[in-house]
Nanobody, 126 residues
Framework: QVQLVEAGGGLVQAGGSLRLSCGCS????????VGWFRQAPGKKREFVTA????????LYADSVKGRFTISRDNAKNMVYLQMNSLKPEDTAVYSC???????????????????WGQGTQVTVSS
């Protein structure tokens, strides 16, 4: 069984930074692609970023490219999301997910992930 737990959300002013973490239980963590998705009230869940098993490959949504950085530490079963230059439109519940997408480019689709965390709220005030 794989369990994911996010931490690090909170309230921050526009232009500020937050660092989210995603901890994973289970010895198979290094075999998973890990993605971050977010969902704002009244909106569909959207892809934010993903990192492959070794950490060598990353994908970013255009809306966060250059501001967010995903990284992972397989020895600690952790994935991190550093969010800089936050904007009010980044306000959402952020969830991490683990899976094995059939193709790397498929990592943008939430249907490719079988395990999800409970989510952490990020609120950016203007």
């Amino acid at each position: 069984q794989v369990q994911l737990v996010e931490a690090g959300g909170g309230l921050v002013q526009a232009g500020g930074s937050l660092r989210l973490s995603c901890g994973c239980s289970g010895r198979t963590f290094s075999s998973f692609v890990v993605g971050w998705f977010r969902q704002a009230p009244g909106k569909k869940r959207e892809f934010v970023t993903a990192i492959n098993q070794s950490g060598a490959l990353t994908l970013y949504a255009d809306s966060v490219k250059g501001r967010f950085t995903i990284s992972r530490d397989n020895a600690k079963n952790m994935v991190y999301l550093q969010m800089n230059s936050l904007k009010p439109e980044d306000t959402a519940v952020y969830s991490c997910a683990a899976g094995v997408p059939s193709m790397w480019r498929g990592s943008v689709r939430d249907t490719e992930y079988g395990y999800w965390g409970q989510g952490t709220q990020v609120t950016v005030s203007s």
